[in-house]
Nanobody, 127 residues
Framework: QVQLVESGGGLVQAGGSLRLSCAAS????????MGWFRQAPGKDREFVTA????????HYTDSVKGRFTISKDNAKNTIYLQMNSLKPEDTAIYYC????????????????????WGQGTQVTVSS
């Protein structure tokens, strides 16, 4: 069982930056693909980004490419999401997710591939 705890959300003006963190419990963090989904009010949940279990491969949704960066620190059982050049359309609840995986390079984008979800952290970008 893995527990995920997000932090770092908040209110920021358009063009600003935030860094989200997700701390995971357990001793097998290095075997998990980790990622972020988000859900805006009235919209479906969407994939944002994910990183392979060894940190060597990442995948981003098109709308955040070049602005967001995901990283994984296996020594600290933590992933980070650096969000730059934020836009009002980035406003959402951001959820940290985890998927236990054998492959070093597989990075799923479907929500139902992830067994564990955090409680979410609110990110609000004002115009």
């Amino acid at each position: 069982q893995v527990q995920l705890v997000e932090s770092g959300g908040g209110l920021v003006q358009a063009g600003g930056s935030l860094r989200l963190s997700c701390a995971a419990s357990g001793r097998t963090f290095s075997t998990y693909v980790m990622g972020w989904f988000r859900q805006a009010p009235g919209k479906d949940r969407e994939f944002v980004t994910a990183v392979s279990k060894n940190g060597g491969k990442t995948h981003y949704t098109d709308s955040v490419k070049g602005r967001f960066t995901i990283s994984k620190d296996n020594a600290k059982n933590t992933i980070y999401l650096q969000m730059n050049s934020l836009k009002p359309e980035d406003t959402a609840i951001y959820y940290c997710v985890a998927h236990q995986e054998r492959s070093d390079f597989y990075v799923p984008v479907a929500g139902n591939a992830y067994e564990y979800w955090g409680q979410g952290t609110q990110v609000t970008v004002s115009s």
